[in-house]
């Protein structure tokens, strides 16, 4: 009932703020060596008017709880000086805190003397004996009203200046005809004037921007005059000009106080809750530290002026904190938590206890060596690059390719194309029959100027740098990456989104995406020490590899340099599009780019009406695009037909198992010790690698791109393994009947 005994709350900041100083309860101390009906009127008196208060009996217990408490009022018995001596009680607490009020009572039968040594001592009231229980309150309500209050008024009057004075948010008040009365240090150095300049101006000199309605500062003026609020955004400019601040204005009665902010927290200030953020401005003393600092730490990075988007998405969740309700806040803090991890792409990795299975490939595929590191050497099977075979120079066109190969490219537009007959129609040199025939159906040779000659050496010299000894990763993988990257550029989607440029790109980033692959994981390289781990710091080794010794290849002899006429910008985007796309086939950025691609183009692209093609064509997009192609392209075995599917899964099985063999020779870390040819079940491996890799990768592809068939396939093998593993069975194909 205190609350409600209050005056009216006028439109003046500082009731505003003695409102919320009071809203802590009045703390008493009342010092009695007795208690007697006088220390019970108190009492109750106290607990009448809704105050706290403390008893002491003598002035060391009485300081000891003074120290710990700081009571607003300090009520002294002065009527029996032999107990203890009440006017040093009342200059020691004086001297600890200077808001203070005292009151001394004498007893009414004492002869009238001089106030003045009480005075001088500290106190400022006297009370004559009274026990009576009204009189006490009266009293107590009186001091309250006047000595109380008035120091609250101080303390607020100071706690406020303090706070604008070392505020990071610019801060101007003006008089009621709009004379600028005070800025803070934050308004000198954000604005970029020096308080002479403005203090007794008119705020109307301080340039402003024409953002802002003509008749705004008539609008704010009658507002004040009328004694009303007004709250809302003015631009105001700073001083050199330059830099348009968004200005945030609550005019209260005779006074007019101006948030300038930086535009990046707009949102402070255009939430609903305006108030709660301009209050909790005003009122956070010296003391309250925790709330000081944080606000100036936001402060700092809302003053860096190369701001990333993920710091002005955590700015703006910051804000919109502030005045959301409990729950919304909680959910909001973690999803602060997840946003300031580096990781944002990868999904945490399971725990151990997982399929062996998956928990190998995971551990196989999705690290890189630089947690993983070894003093093994791995020596190269090639150190220096393979040129062109002199059996291979023979002259090869298009058009004198021999009818038993052409034969088997026939349906080469078809997804259902057999990669492995080409592959022994060439004797294992399909990249380059492939290449020349979808280069040719690609036009890839008119985009480059170059004659087909050169190409032709071009893919010649690729092909002999894949190692055929691979039993996956030769250029038969490649050819069939080719494919797969061909087939996609023909979807409909695919075409709108990218250009000419891309499409070459694609080609070529497919056609050389492996080549010099060891037939080792990136791992192994690391675990093993190679060169090529040493050369590119345990980071995406055999990828950056891939890219820079395709560009070597290629670029070291006119003879096979298909970039050569082109021009020097085209050269450039086309070898960044290539190297990114190269790249992007490392499977540590897995979920980062499969999460990129579904949240930046399959979300948008579904929660459009129309077909959204500048959601398809941005640049961003593009490079999401073509990752997400060349991605699916190379890890594609799954989709294919049976058993395409089968023969692509023996292979890097064989792959895999090679590596384990060559690990436990060497006395190396067993990267993938399911891999071991003696006890893997390959249903199993094949049923991880579509689980955690394939499935949320091609559903989100087929959405873009719409393919059916190769979704069927997908099913179809998911089963097949499946009903091999229930069978127990570790093989590749069910025994003969
Ligand atoms: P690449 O090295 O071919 O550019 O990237 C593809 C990655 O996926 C390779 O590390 C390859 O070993 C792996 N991979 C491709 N197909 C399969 C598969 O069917 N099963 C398993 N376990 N891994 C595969
Ligand atoms: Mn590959």
Known sequence: D????????????????IRCFFLFLLQVLLVFAKE????????????????RCSMARTPESALECFSEKHHDLVIIDHRHSRHFDAEALCRVCHVDVSVLTCAHFLRPDREEASVMPLINAGFNR??????????CYNELLQLEHGEVRAQFKLRAGNAIFTALEQSQEAIEITSEDQIIQYVNPAYESIMGYQQGELIGKEIIEVPKSEKNKPDLLETINSCIRKGKEWQGIYYAKKKNGD??????????????????????CEIN????DTQDAFLSFFFFSPESGSSQRRHSSMARIHSMTIEAPITKVINIINAAQESSPMPVAEALDRVLEILRTTELYSPQLGTKDEDPHTNDLVGGLMTDGLRRLSGNEYIFSTKQPHHIPSHLTTPLSLNDIPPRIAQTMENEDSWDFDIFNLEAATIKRPLTYLGLKIFSRFGVCEFLNCPEATL??????????YHSSNSYHNSTHAADVLHATAYFLCKERVKQSLDPTDEVA??????????????????FLCNAGSELAILYNDTAVLESHHAALAFQITTRDDKCNIFKNIERNEYRTLRQAIIDMVLATEMTKHFEHVNKFVNSINKPLAALEENGVSILTSPENRILVKRMLIKCADISNPCRPQELCIEWAGRISEEYFAQTDEEKRQGLPVVMPVFDRNTCSIPKSQISFIDYFITDMFDAWDAFADLPNLMQHLDNNFKYWKGLDERKLHSLRPPPE
């Open 126 to 135: 006297r009370y004559v004996e009274n026990a009576n229980m009204m009189a």
């Open 243 to 264: 830099i348009t601040y968004v200005t945030w204005l609550k005019c209260l009665g005779e006074t007019a106080v101006c948030v300038c902010l930086d535009s990046s």
């Open 36 to 51: 007697d009906s006088q220390s019970n009127g108190f009492c109750w008196a106290c607990e009448k008017a809704n105050f």
């Open 2 to 17: 205190r609350g409600q005994s209050r005056p009216p709350s006028t439109n003046c900041v500082i009731d505003h703020g």
């Open 506 to 523: 694609a080609l070529i980033a497919a056609t050389v995406h492996d080549v010099d692959h060891p037939g080792r994981t990136n791992s």
């Open 456 to 465: 032709r050496s071009w893919l010649q010299v690729i092909e002999a740098n």
């Open 269 to 272: 200030f255009q939430t609903s």
